[in-house]
DNA sequence: GGCGCGGATGAAAGAGTTCTCATTCGCCTT
DNA sequence: AAGGCGAATGAGAACTCTTTCATCCGCGCC
């Protein structure tokens, strides 16, 4: 089992990973300053690192930097906001080996996680969900159907990866803004609704139920 | 060698198509209107066709329904105009297997066209393209750099990928309008310019020379 | 059948991408 | 060294995608 290092001061969204990384078989620690970072990461103890940039005290730029300044070559993934790209693109120099703008999706950072842990054996890639006549290309973001080959904008191929992961299965309102917008959603947004409906226009109506009160279902 | 048949009633067009589809071991026929298509189809001669359903005369859409009501199952691809998009998604029912909006750059055109003719021996398929420390993920569209990893817009993807299939070798602006930005180019534009400033700074402005009055190089 | 609440829908604001244009930079020739 | 031409650059217009908001619809309870 691998153990990963979440440094994180944030306690909604470090939770949020952990929560998820555990669930899919990974061993989790958060530390919530770059201090108690770097103590844990100089014990050689971890596979691989998530790490905040913008922690208070020693920022996660300057753990980064003392990390690798010591030789430790552990995979290190940065947490970056969304408008300080450009600095995270020029600071990637001090050694991260990938990064995440927030707020994220969950299943773009276990992608990454998993892309750094196990660079070799690598499963061979699914690369098209189907449920009964509906299918989709996650290559090129397309999805079928019989009477259409259509093709997503990135909500909308999201969303409907997750539905085809589940299909079958109610997923509430707040399920699908977890997975699909992250976990810096407003309970109160209807943009699943939206999106439904985008999505329903694509690849025909009947092929996701209103569960009244419940959330949407696709297929079955 | 499989044969397709080009409906198509701008010569411009017609030839772009043909002579790509040719380069790549296709044998093709061009027609112009809708009449001369439904008869060539009709002979069931052909593996595959590309029609526009912006014809004169008999349109893409009438010949497309006639073709199905004899029950001739010929892969069709059809070719429509960006802003009548929706018309197609409505309209596909008619039975074209996959579609493409003008204008459209000529790979896409043929991975589709292999995609309809060999739904099953696909080739284990390329997933990233290399080119010494540089790399490009196909399925993420991310580049890779020693320094960092970074996202790319859609456009900077598309000529990205173009570099790295030529790497090496001297590109003109022409043939990088052509393949990434498709046949209805401007050719006073210096988009192309714009965008290797873009890519530059993304993956470090060395990567990519300059070469003075004949177009850009990568690597080598 | 009428009412209330959850869901559907259209429109429009905000953000990022794409593209053009005008200007500046700098290599190469003379 | 000066001039000309090709390339680099910054700014902003146009477009698409994303999101919010206000309003309309219709299911299910009374």
Request: aromatic share 6%.
């Amino acid at each position: 089992m691998s153990k990963i290092l979440i440094v994180e001061d944030e306690d909604r969204i470090a939770a949020f990973i952990e929560k998820g990384l555990r669930a899919n078989g990974f061993g989790t620690t958060v530390v919530g300053d770059g201090d108690t970072a770097l103590d844990y990461l100089l014990t050689g103890d971890f596979d691989l690192v998530v790490l905040d940039l913008g922690l208070p005290g020693k920022d996660g730029f300057s753990v980064l930097r003392a990390v690798r300044s010591q030789h430790v070559t552990v995979p290190v993934i940065i947490l970056t906001a969304r408008d300080s790209v450009h600095d995270t693109v020029a600071g990637l120099e001090g050694g991260a080996d990938d990064y995440m703008t927030k707020p994220f999706r969950f299943e773009e950072l276990l992608a990454r996680v998993r892309l750094r842990l196990r660079p070799g054996d690598r499963a061979p890639e699914v690369t098209v969900l189907r449920d009964g006549d509906l299918s989709l290309d996650l290559r090129t973001r397309r999805a079928q159907v019989p009477e259409a080959v259509v093709d997503l904008t990135a909500r909308e191929f999201a969303m409907l990866e997750l539905f085809l992961r589940h299909a079958g299965q109610v997923l509430s309102r707040e399920q699908i803004l977890s997975h699909v917008w992250g976990y810096d959603f407003d309970p109160g947004s209807n943009v699943v609704d939206v999106y439904v409906r985008a999505l329903r226009r694509k690849i025909g109506a009947k092929r996701i139920r209103t569960v009244r009160g419940m959330g949407y279902r696709l297929g079955a």
